[in-house]
């Protein structure tokens, strides 16, 4: 069971780390201003909130992490920029939406794991 719970909590910072990561690499490699930069930051930090969350509160912290992951891939399917090839397109997709929602799926799946645990060796 602590697999799962360690499998979800480096997929929610891998994740949150690499997006922020990009975010600041990228409004300094394209020299964005400051105003931008930080909405951007902001965003990267967002998600490293979220993936800590759910070490806390694993129900509200994956459900949160499950829609941040549907809500990024909208946003970004809708809102992303069109002049990239579908490649790309399908490729940035995944890795806002994918990574979340599994890291979601397996905190919810571990406090699951972890309620029947407790109902069949009481304590």
């Known amino acids: 069971m602590k697999t799962v719970e360690y499998l979800a909590r480096a997929l929610a910072l891998l994740w949150a780390g690499f997006w922020t990561f990009f975010f600041v690499a990228e409004s300094l490699a394209w020299q964005t201003p400051l105003g931008r930069m930080t909405i951007w930051v902001a965003v990267g930090l967002a998600f490293v909130i979220l993936a800590l969350a759910a070490w806390r509160w694993e ?13 990024a891939a909208l946003a ?8 990239l090839s579908v490649t790309t397109r399908v490729t940035t997709l995944v890795a806002f ?19 029947r645990h407790s109902l069949t060796h009481p304590k």
């Open 76 to 83: 970004y399917g809708i809102w992303g920029p069109r002049d």
């Open 97 to 115: 939406g994918v990574p979340p929602v599994a890291a979601g799926a397996l905190f919810l799946m571990h406090h699951v794991l972890m309620q």
């Open 59 to 71: 129900v509200a912290g994956g459900m949160a992490l499950l829609a941040a992951g549907m809500l």
